[in-house]
């Protein structure tokens, strides 16, 4: 995972409720076992035509919101299946934020141990900004995870919670696996007394 940093970018406004797993990255697509591969089916049903080609009616394909990095959204993102390549296709067709009033529950775990930020505001709060993105879209934020600081051009900036430990681990790119490997001494460690112990086991 890369480090979070304080940064400013495009937010792209996708002003719906509800928006599913499936629809995030439909099931024909969870054929892969890594991360990466997954950004160019993100909302593939909503993205592209039957023929392939862009759906020109698709927000995400307006040309305002390309390279966004944040993607403002409306209630309960995220719902549905518990599948953590729906986080994986987010990460990976560049967006690192996400800003909404609420989350499923395991959505919103799988977004912090991939690197992508899932914010949560009022309902009053997310109207401004989607108000602000509708008015001037292309507008662009500044997220500073650092002090817990979202600011707008248009003055509809907030203060933000989140847990100490997600902020961390943001903050220092690590995922479950790279704090593991912050224990690697004492991994090897236990490794070389088990095969002193029970050598038959590493034979």
């Known amino acids: 995972m890369e480090p979070y940093k304080k940064h400013e970018s495009i937010a792209a406004l996708m002003n719906r409720s509800n928006v599913d797993t499936d629809q995030i990255i439909p099931k024909q697509f969870l054929k892969r076992v890594e991360r990466s591969g997954f950004g160019v089916h993100l909302f593939h049903d909503w993205r592209f035509n039957d023929d392939g080609s862009d759906n020109a009616e698709f927000e995400l394909n307006k040309p305002a919101f390309k390279g966004a990095k944040i993607l403002v959204a ?61 008015a001037n879209e292309g507008v662009r934020f500044v997220v500073d995870l650092e002090n817990q600081q979202v600011t707008t051009p248009g003055g509809n900036g907030f203060s933000f919670e989140i847990d100490p430990f997600r902020k961390s681990n943001l903050l220092s790119g690590l995922d479950d696996i790279g704090l593991t490997l912050k224990h690697v001494d004492k991994i090897t460690e236990y490794e070389q007394q088990h095969k002193k112990d029970y050598p038959w086991l590493w034979a």
């Open 74 to 134: 409306g209630d309960n993102f995220g719902c549905g299946s518990s599948r953590e390549h729906a986080p994986w296709a987010i990460a990976d067709y560049g967006f690192n934020t996400v800003i909404s009033t609420s989350y499923a529950d395991i959505f919103y775990n799988n977004c912090f141990k991939n690197g992508i930020l899932a914010i949560k505001v009022d309902k009053e709060q997310l109207d401004k900004l989607m108000a602000e993105i509708a």
